[in-house]
T-cell receptor, first 110, second 115 residues
Framework: EAQVTQNPRYLITVTGKKLTVTCSQNMNHEYMSWYRQDPGLGLRQIYYSMNVEVTDKGDVPEGYKVSRKEKRNFPLILESPSPNQTSLYFC?????????FGPGTRLTVT | GENVEQHPSTLSVQEGDSAVIKCTYSDSASNYFPWYKQELGKGPQLIIDIRSNVGEKKDQRIAVTLNKTAKHFSLHITETQPEDSAVYFCAAPVYSGGGADGLTFGKGTHLIIQP
């Protein structure tokens, strides 16, 4: 089954404790992206990757890092999480124009 | 870059009535306009899209219309049912010199179907 998986689905952490949210797709897509979703703000792009070893900043990249060492994986790294990064995060991969979203990771930073 | 505006932010309709969600975009080069549906606890999923060479596209109870001159496109849901309750997002491509670099999304519309 074609899908995008994310882990963990839920995470509660404390300020400053480094964390990684993993993302994997099995559709051989070159394009992958991370979004955060906040009430009233919709989906805002954090980072995207057009291919292996190619990453670019989206609209809200501050406080985040990504890497793309393999085509299928695109982890999101928060080196020093802060409470304003409490949000719902989605990973997506894209074929031509259609984006396929993962199930989401709800992150709470206290 | 592309700017997508979506209205309304919340829409409540009686079951069986129609619902219309509207979006405007800024980049006249945009040629693809998808709509995504996000159910509670899930990621958004593509439900219908339209390309700029047509003015309307239908799929059972849902349809999308496009007015390229006015730079707006709309989602129409007829005979609404409880399972239509969700958040709907419109989107448009983001272009760089090399082509499309992904999608930019509207802020979403929370559609509530009242029984």
């Amino acid at each position: 089954e074609a899908q995008v998986t994310q882990n963990p689905r839920y995470l509660i952490t404390v300020t400053g404790k480094k964390l990684t949210v993993t993302c994997s797709q099995n559709m051989n897509h070159e394009y992958m992206s991370w979004y955060r979703q906040d009430p009233g703000l919709g989906l805002r792009q954090i980072y995207y990757s057009m291919n292996v070893e190619v990453t670019d900043k989206g609209d809200v990249p501050e406080g985040y890092k990504v890497s793309r060492k393999e085509k299928r994986n695109f982890p999101l790294i928060l080196e020093s999480p802060s409470p304003n990064q409490t949000s719902l995060y989605f990973c997506a991969s894209m074929s031509l124009y259609e984006q396929y979203f993962g199930p989401g990771t709800r992150l709470t930073v206290t | 870059g592309e700017n997508v505006e979506q209205h309304p932010s919340t829409l409540s309709v009686q079951e069986g009535d129609s619902a219309v969600i509207k979006c405007t975009y800024s980049d006249s080069a945009s040629n693809y306009f998808p709509w995504y549906k996000q159910e509670l606890g899930k990621g958004p999923q593509l439900i219908i899209d339209i390309r700029s060479n047509v003015g309307e596209k239908k799929d059972q109870r849902i349809a999308v219309t496009l007015n390229k001159t006015a730079k707006h496109f709309s989602l129409h849901i007829t005979e609404t049912q409880p399972e239509d309750s969700a958040v709907y997002f419109c989107a448009a491509p983001v272009y760089s010199g090399g082509g499309a670099d992904g999608l930019t999304f509207g802020k979403g519309t929370h559609l509530i179907i009242q029984p």
